[in-house]
């Protein structure tokens, strides 16, 4: 199957830094990939649709100015956390489609982050 | 909320018997998707199932699509103490590429 990796795995910061997390399509191309937040014991939740070469489409509710997405290559989507606060904490997780709709997304093994 | 439920929420059973997992969604899909995760790990894909198919098999996972009252289920039968993690399913809306996911189930194997 087609894989997606995601850097760092997991990450610790001070409160008032900002973080950023890479999402790679390793063997093949993603016009589009997704970003997810998920909080313990809990579902995935739909934070951003990220479009290579074009803005990123924010669910409602994400503040697009606190979560910046850039999708600049075909293979690499980036999410920053800016000013990151404690209620941050979370496991993000980024998917990648290989075909369009109707087909499969692959998940990446998600990043762990710890905001002190 | 557009995210889909599932029920159980947990579900408890013992090594070698068959577990069921419901889901709901609420909008038309194009296909309905279920997925695999282990405590703080990352999703594994399990099987697709399209909105025209009604049932479908892979290994010990079968799932069958009741569109008409836009649920569906996974079954796993043989249960092992391996398929113990959390199970979600996803919906996928018709033109769409994102993904919705249910609440998920919670599914653990006594041995």
């Known amino acids: 199957g087609a894989v997606v990796s995601q850097h760092p795995s997991r990450v610790i910061c001070k409160s008032g830094t900002s973080v950023k997390i890479e999402c790679r399509s390793l063997?093949?191309?993603?016009?589009?990939m997704f970003w997810y937040r998920q909080f313990p014991k809990q579902s995935l939740m739909l934070m951003a649709t990220s479009n290579e070469g074009s803005k990123a489409t924010y669910e409602q509710g994400v503040e697009k100015d606190k979560f910046l997405i850039n999708h600049a290559s075909l293979t690499l989507s980036t999410l920053t956390v800016t000013s990151a606060h404690p209620e941050d904490s979370s496991f993000y997780i980024c998917s990648a489609n290989r075909g369009g709709a109707g087909e499969t997304q692959y998940f990446g093994p998600g990043t762990r982050l710890l905001v002190l | 909320s557009q995210q889909g439920e599932e029920d159980p929420q947990a579900l408890s059973i013992q090594e070698g018997e068959n577990a069921t997992m419901n889901c709901s969604y609420k909008t038309s899909i194009n296909n309905l998707q279920w997925y695999r995760q282990n405590s703080g790990r990352g999703l594994v894909h399990l099987i697709l199932i399209r909105s025209n198919e009604r049932e479908k098999h892979s290994g010990r996972l079968r799932v069958t699509l009741d569109t008409s009252k836009k649920s569906s289920s996974l079954l796993i039968t043989a249960s092992r103490a391996a398929d113990t993690a959390s199970y979600f399913c996803a919906a996928q809306g018709e033109g769409a590429q994102k993904l919705v996911f249910g609440q998920g189930t919670r599914l653990t194997i006594n041995p």
């Open positions: 063997d093949f191309q993603a016009t589009t």
